[in-house]
Protein backbone atom coordinates (compact mmCIF):
# COMPACT_ATOMS: atom_id res chain seq x y z
CA UNK A 1 0.00 0.00 0.00
CA UNK A 2 1.73 3.40 -1.16
CA UNK A 3 0.24 6.69 0.92
CA UNK A 4 1.99 8.63 -2.07
CA UNK A 5 4.39 9.60 -0.39
CA UNK A 6 8.28 8.84 -1.03
CA UNK A 7 9.16 6.55 1.87
CA UNK A 8 12.43 6.50 3.79
CA UNK A 9 13.94 3.44 2.33
CA UNK A 10 12.84 4.80 -1.13
CA UNK A 11 15.25 8.34 -0.28
CA UNK A 12 17.73 6.92 1.20
CA UNK A 13 20.08 5.74 -1.71
CA UNK A 14 19.35 9.36 -3.26
CA UNK A 15 20.81 10.97 -0.26
CA UNK A 16 23.81 8.42 -0.26
CA UNK A 17 24.09 8.99 -4.10
CA UNK A 18 24.19 13.02 -3.23
CA UNK A 19 26.64 12.24 -0.18
CA UNK A 20 29.24 9.75 -2.45
CA UNK A 21 29.00 12.14 -5.84
CA UNK A 22 28.10 15.57 -4.63
CA UNK A 23 29.75 16.09 -1.12
CA UNK A 24 32.31 13.27 -1.59
CA UNK A 25 33.92 14.45 -5.23
CA UNK A 26 33.53 17.90 -3.71
CA UNK A 27 36.43 17.45 -0.84
CA UNK A 28 38.33 15.67 -3.03
CA UNK A 29 40.93 18.58 -2.95
CA UNK A 30 40.93 18.49 0.77
CA UNK A 31 41.79 14.76 0.64
CA UNK A 32 44.43 15.11 -1.65
CA UNK A 33 45.91 17.77 -0.50
CA UNK A 34 46.41 15.74 3.05
CA UNK A 35 47.45 12.69 1.03
CA UNK A 36 50.17 15.06 -0.41
CA UNK A 37 51.26 16.44 3.14
CA UNK A 38 51.66 12.59 3.95
CA UNK A 39 53.58 11.37 0.84
CA UNK A 40 55.96 14.38 1.25
CA UNK A 41 56.47 12.90 4.91
CA UNK A 42 55.05 16.52 6.07
CA UNK A 43 52.96 16.34 9.50
CA UNK A 44 48.87 16.48 8.66
CA UNK A 45 46.49 18.72 10.80
CA UNK A 46 43.40 19.33 9.91
CA UNK A 47 44.00 23.35 10.44
CA UNK A 48 46.67 22.98 7.62
CA UNK A 49 44.67 21.22 5.37
CA UNK A 50 41.07 23.85 6.14
CA UNK A 51 42.71 27.28 6.71
CA UNK A 52 42.54 28.90 3.49
CA UNK A 53 38.32 28.11 3.36
CA UNK A 54 38.79 25.10 1.13
CA UNK A 55 35.96 23.99 3.27
CA UNK A 56 34.14 27.36 2.46
CA UNK A 57 34.45 26.90 -1.20
CA UNK A 58 33.05 23.01 -0.91
CA UNK A 59 29.96 23.92 1.37
CA UNK A 60 29.20 26.98 -1.30
CA UNK A 61 29.10 23.89 -4.15
CA UNK A 62 27.07 21.62 -1.86
CA UNK A 63 24.68 24.44 -0.99
CA UNK A 64 24.08 26.28 -4.40
CA UNK A 65 23.42 22.50 -5.28
CA UNK A 66 20.84 22.16 -2.84
CA UNK A 67 18.98 25.24 -3.90
CA UNK A 68 18.58 23.91 -7.47
CA UNK A 69 17.37 20.72 -6.20
CA UNK A 70 14.15 22.36 -4.89
CA UNK A 71 14.07 25.19 -7.76
CA UNK A 72 13.69 23.11 -10.29
CA UNK A 73 9.67 22.91 -8.97
CA UNK A 74 8.46 24.16 -4.98
CA UNK A 75 5.46 21.74 -5.26
CA UNK A 76 3.83 20.47 -1.67
CA UNK A 77 5.27 21.81 1.42
CA UNK A 78 5.66 25.16 -0.02
CA UNK A 79 6.74 27.35 2.98
CA UNK A 80 9.27 24.61 4.11
CA UNK A 81 11.13 24.08 0.79
CA UNK A 82 11.22 28.03 0.57
CA UNK A 83 12.63 28.09 4.25
CA UNK A 84 15.63 25.50 3.23
CA UNK A 85 16.27 27.30 -0.09
CA UNK A 86 16.70 30.49 2.25
CA UNK A 87 19.04 28.53 4.28
CA UNK A 88 20.88 27.34 1.71
CA UNK A 89 21.16 30.36 -0.35
CA UNK A 90 22.27 32.55 3.30
CA UNK A 91 24.92 29.13 3.39
CA UNK A 92 26.35 29.88 0.01
CA UNK A 93 26.31 33.50 0.24
CA UNK A 94 28.26 33.77 3.64
CA UNK A 95 30.91 30.63 2.31
CA UNK A 96 31.64 32.82 -0.67
CA UNK A 97 31.73 36.08 1.16
CA UNK A 98 34.33 34.84 3.86
CA UNK A 99 36.46 32.51 1.14
CA UNK A 100 36.72 36.01 -0.41
CA UNK A 101 38.10 37.41 2.85
CA UNK A 102 40.62 35.05 3.78
CA UNK A 103 41.38 34.90 0.16
CA UNK A 104 42.45 38.91 0.80
CA UNK A 105 43.96 38.99 3.35
CA UNK A 106 46.24 35.95 2.90
CA UNK A 107 46.88 37.64 -0.41
CA UNK A 108 47.59 40.76 1.95
CA UNK A 109 49.61 38.91 4.45
CA UNK A 110 47.74 40.49 6.93
CA UNK A 111 47.74 38.44 10.16
CA UNK A 112 44.71 35.82 10.61
CA UNK A 113 43.76 33.36 13.04
CA UNK A 114 43.88 30.00 10.96
CA UNK A 115 42.37 28.19 13.85
CA UNK A 116 39.28 30.36 13.75
CA UNK A 117 39.15 29.83 10.30
CA UNK A 118 39.51 26.00 10.20
CA UNK A 119 36.74 26.15 13.33
CA UNK A 120 34.41 28.20 11.55
CA UNK A 121 34.40 26.52 8.32
CA UNK A 122 33.95 23.64 9.68
CA UNK A 123 30.55 24.80 11.33
CA UNK A 124 29.70 26.25 7.98
CA UNK A 125 30.60 23.04 5.89
CA UNK A 126 28.47 21.18 8.81
CA UNK A 127 25.69 23.39 8.16
CA UNK A 128 25.63 23.14 4.35
CA UNK A 129 25.93 19.35 4.93
CA UNK A 130 22.75 19.67 7.26
CA UNK A 131 20.84 21.96 4.94
CA UNK A 132 21.69 20.24 1.96
CA UNK A 133 20.21 16.92 2.37
CA UNK A 134 17.57 18.33 3.95
CA UNK A 135 16.90 20.44 0.62
CA UNK A 136 17.59 16.52 -1.07
CA UNK A 137 14.85 14.85 1.34
CA UNK A 138 12.40 17.56 0.21
CA UNK A 139 12.90 17.90 -3.30
CA UNK A 140 12.17 14.17 -3.33
CA UNK A 141 8.80 14.04 -1.16
CA UNK A 142 5.55 13.91 -3.16
CA UNK A 143 1.94 15.02 -1.81
Not at 71 to 93: E, H, Q, R, Y
Not at 130 to 140: D, E, H, L, T, W
Request: glycine letters at 8%; aromatic letters at 10%.
Amino acid sequence: MTTGRRRIPEILPILLRWGAFTVGISVMPVVFNALAAYTRGQPVHYVDLVANGELLLVSVAISAAAVGELAVGIGPWASGKVLLMAMSLFTSILAAWWFADVTAVTRAHDPVDQHAIAVGSTWVFASALVVGACCIFASRMTP
